[in-house]
């Protein structure tokens, strides 16, 4: 594919509901990072994976957050019991690698908006 | 923790106007620099970076400077366009923590005709 894909573009859901995110990286970029971008704020970082290795689940802001990929390929944010707070953009970007240019690639984001 | 402090927007210029978008940053070791743009309507991109001290990132005729010394990387333009109307985010990351991005808050532009 020609870039990294993101769906849903747009979410509206109530609060309390679950919502799931996806991100289709550029293929063969073995690294992959979600961040969150709330209005009014900078972008946050969320989880981190790299190929086969534990993901750096350190920017994650509560349990309500999880997130899966597999192998080098998609991966799904999780979103549990969903609040007003989480209303935010959700980005997700691809890089070959930690080693090299490790540019990120970004994905169009979703925007999640919790009622 | 490392952070990233650009100077707030928006900032509005005439066409063929001088830009600078202050950056200054607090990190440990060695960070890599970044600025990244976001289009009306279109994805975050890449628009230059620096990975070591006193390196210069160019692109589209903008430049950064990798300031140790002053901890910043300040975005310059000689001579902007309409087309440049944009968001702009400075950002640092650390090869030893995944590389991943702390942001600055964003500055807004808008070059007027």
Redesign the interface.
């Known amino acids: 594919g020609a870039g990294?894909s993101q769906s849903p573009s747009n979410k509206v859901t109530e609060k309390g509901k679950d919502v799931e995110l996806r991100c289709d990286p550029i293929s063969g970029h073995t690294?992959l990072?979600w961040?969150r971008q709330r209005l009014g704020?900078?972008?946050?970082?969320l989880i981190?994976f790299?190929g086969n290795s534990a993901p750096?689940k350190s920017?994650l802001p509560s349990d309500r957050f999880s997130a899966e990929r597999t192998g080098e390929s998609v991966s799904t944010l999780t979103i549990q019991r969903t609040q007003q707070e989480d209303s935010a953009v959700y980005?997700c970007?691809s890089?070959l690698g930690?080693?090299g240019s490790?540019?990120?690639?970004?994905?169009?984001?979703t925007r999640l908006t919790v009622l | 923790g490392d952070s990233?402090t650009q100077m707030e927007g928006p900032v509005t210029l005439s066409e063929e106007a001088f830009l600078t978008i202050n950056c200054t940053y607090t990190a440990t070791g060695y960070p890599?620099l970044f600025w990244?743009v976001q289009y009306p309507g279109?994805?975050?991109?890449?628009l230059l970076?620096a990975t070591k001290a006193d390196d210069k990132g160019s692109n589209k005729g903008f430049e950064a400077t990798y300031r140790k010394e002053t901890t910043s990387f300040h975005l310059e333009k000689g001579s902007v366009q309409v087309s440049d109307s944009a968001v702009y985010?400075c950002?640092l990351?650390h090869?030893g923590n995944?590389?991943?991005?702390?942001?600055?808050?964003?500055t807004s532009l808008a070059v007027n005709p």
């Open positions: 990294v690294a990072y961040y704020q900078g972008l946050e970082f981190y790299q750096d920017g980005l970007a890089s930690t080693s490790h540019e990120q690639f970004f994905g169009p984001g | 990233v890599s990244y279109e994805g975050l991109q890449l970076k985010f950002a990351s090869p995944n590389r991943k991005l702390i942001w600055g808050l964003g």
